[in-house]
């Protein structure tokens, strides 16, 4: 936990600003679990049915996480998972995989995730082309925005928590990806949105955080500021987009759920 809290840049801009999710013995900063960490229970799943697929080719897409309460500091999860969906995208296929995790002890459901990953070159094999979901983008200026920097060795450290694709270490992988270099795993700029929006908008209190998704629309280069965009819709929903300084945007159609708000759809 304090590992994956690093490698999405708690303590990055001030080393004590967020040691409840950095330490776990510092005098009145009780260490709490950062809600995005959920994603790492079913990370494995990510990906199912892409096996025999080029991995250079293979890029997340989107990822979805619903938390159905405060993720425990300690356990045992037990995870099922199934391919949901596989779309026919022309230039490439769209496969969809959803997750559920329970407490291995009680079988209380802990979390539910739904991730898709985009294999390019494998479209045209006839299967449905339903389009994604279309979201309105938000009207008029954001009620807030956020700033996070990223580390140049961001990558580096993220891996770590598990996810060792070489494209975001090995030059020479990157290349025959398509990339100029190594870029920041989607997963990291999904976390650092959802850390920064956890003690923005939350306060740093996990039950306020329920659920949070998003689609990633373009690679950041490690060392990159992110800037994130929030606009506040009626009831327990907030719409966000997470861009770099120069105004792409890397993570579209972002929708976070609070306190007993999940999110629909």
Known sequence: MLLYALGVGAGQADPFAELELTTEN???????????????????????????????????????????????????????????EVLDKGSGALVATEAVAVDAQTQELLLTTRSAVFVRGAGGFGGPRRGARRDEPPVGPPDATFRAGTRPDQALLYRLSGDRNPLHSDPRFAVRSGFERPILHGLATYGITGRVLFNELCGGVPERFRAIRGRFTAPVTPGEQLVIKVWREGGDAVRFRTETADGVVVLDRGRLGLDGGLLQG
Do not use: C, K, N
């Open 26 to 84: 510092s005098a009145g900063a009780a260490l709490r679990v950062l809600p995005t960490f959920g994603v790492l229970v079913t990370q494995d799943t990510i990906g199912m049915g892409t096996a025999d697929a080029d991995q250079a080719m293979v890029v997340h897409a989107e990822q979805a996480l619903t938390l159905h309460r405060p993720l425990p500091l300690e356990g045992t999860a037990h995870v099922t998972a199934q391919v949901v």
